[in-house]
């Protein structure tokens, strides 16, 4: 009998607590719903109206800085490195005249949306005139939906976006500082393949030089070296620059197989980086004081572009592994992958055609 007892107290005090349960989820619901769209952004956005861009997190608000120069937009909390038109672009399309459907006005409730003032990522623009032109607070990601709880900067109103805005930041797990990587435009080197003559590659005063050689073009009618069987004068053959093949001239004379030539042609004209570092270091804690490995494109007009490589940087942290590059005469002080570095620096054994 006591048993039984014991028994029926125990189901009294659990439908006690399932009643609490479903009497604070319904509260919840009733705070959480509404059916409305609301413009929290209002105003559309471009790279020209503004002068700065701050991203951060909770009290810090300038985690990453994006910032308008003359000569374009650049990432000012990463050394003044060039960002990626691209993704700023992206960012503001995004969020100019972002509109949300209406969840919840509850101050108690701001956490479970992210949007707590201490884990909120908070976006924020400035006019020409410094004037604050947008702000939008971006909370975590709706269990149902691709978007993401906002709100107005001071205001409860949690909204849910319709776009994966943190996705637009490189946040891809949630709410957390934004990284200036994801805003640099890494492309260190970009150079037309057409308009390379030679190539010098020092690797530690190992002197390898290689030079194109290309195919004649016909003669064609012009002014004066000749006639064809009609009569036309022909102007003297120059050379097709869509057609060549690789010579070794330093330090022997060789042919070399196009195609490995070729992918150190391709290595050398697009070379992308993986981050970027602190040019006001000393550069000798780079490697790059006196470099022991320097790549140099020589070009049709006689210009010419070098690349110096320095030391490699280990892994710490956040930190990927890489290799300290400098263009020669530009300030930025590149990290690239040791794999960009290898296809670059082949021995002549690496370049002759095989057997």
């Known amino acids: 009998m006591l048993k039984n007892r014991n028994i029926l107290v125990l189901v009294a005090v659990l439908v006690v607590l399932l009643a609490i349960s479903m009497a604070q989820k319904a509260g919840h619901r009733k705070s959480t719903s509404g059916s409305s769209t609301v413009k929290v952004v209002e105003g559309t956005f471009t790279t020209d109206q503004l002068d700065r861009i701050t991203l951060g997190l909770g009290a810090d608000e300038e985690v990453v800085v994006l910032l308008a120069t003359p000569t374009g937009w650049v990432v000012a909390s990463a050394w003044d490195a060039p960002a990626s038109s691209d993704r700023i672009d992206a960012l503001l399309r995004n969020v100019s005249g972002l509109s949300g459907e209406f969840r919840s006005d509850e101050a108690s409730v701001l956490a479970d949306y992210g949007l707590a003032d201490d884990g909120a990522v908070k976006v924020r623009a400035y006019d020409k005139e410094g004037n604050l032109a947008l702000a939008v607070d971006i909370g975590g990601k709706s269990e149902r939906s691709v978007g993401n709880f ?187 992958s040791d794999y960009t570095v290898k296809n670059i620096f082949k021995s002549v054994e690496d370049l002759l055609p095989g057997e």
């Open 150 to 336: 906002i709100r107005r900067p001071g205001s409860n109103a949690v909204y849910l976006s319709e776009v994966n805005l943190l996705s637009q930041l490189g946040l891809y797990n949630g709410p957390a500082a934004p990284g200036n990587v994801h805003f640099l435009d890494l492309q260190a080197v970009k150079e037309d393949r057409l308009e390379v003559d030679r190539i010098i590659l020092d690797d530690g005063g190992q002197i390898l030089e290689m030079a194109k050689e290309f195919a004649e073009a016909k003669p064609v009618p012009g002014d004066g070296s000749g006639a064809d069987t009609t009569g036309a004068e022909l102007a003297p053959p120059e050379a097709d620059r869509t057609t060549w093949e690789w010579k070794l001239t330093v330090p022997m004379s060789k042919a070399l197989a196009k195609t490995k030539a070729d992918g150190v042609l391709g290595s050398l004209v697009r070379i992308r980086a993986t981050d970027v570092d602190d040019p006001a270091t000393d550069l000798a804690a780079y490697g790059l004081a006196e470099p022991s490995r320097t790549a140099t494109i020589v070009r049709q007009d006689g210009t010419e572009l070098t690349l110096e490589f320095g030391n490699t940087r280990e892994a710490s942290g956040a930190l990927q592994t890489g290799v300290w590059m400098k263009v020669r005469g530009e300030p930025v002080v590149w990290i690239v």
